[in-house]
């Protein structure tokens, strides 16, 4: 391999595992929102 795909190469897999470590630690937010559906009573089996 010429030295210049072995460079590419090299700055890929950083560029992978350092977007793989942000995404392992990145502590995203849970929604904060409440949800409230009102299910008609002919969807459960009597």
């Known amino acids: 391999m010429s030295k210049f795909t072995m460079i590419l190469l ?3 897999a950083a560029g992978a595992g350092a ?3 942000f995404l392992n630690n990145w ?3 849970a929604p ?3 949800i409230e559906k009102t299910i008609p ?3 459960f089996p009597k």
Do not use: C, E, M, Q
Request: proline share 7%; no cysteine; hydrophobic share 40%.
């Open 10 to 12: 090299v700055v890929l």
């Open 19 to 21: 977007g793989l470590f």
């Open 27 to 29: 502590d995203i937010p």
């Open 32 to 34: 904060k929102s409440t």
């Open 41 to 43: 009573n002919d969807r």
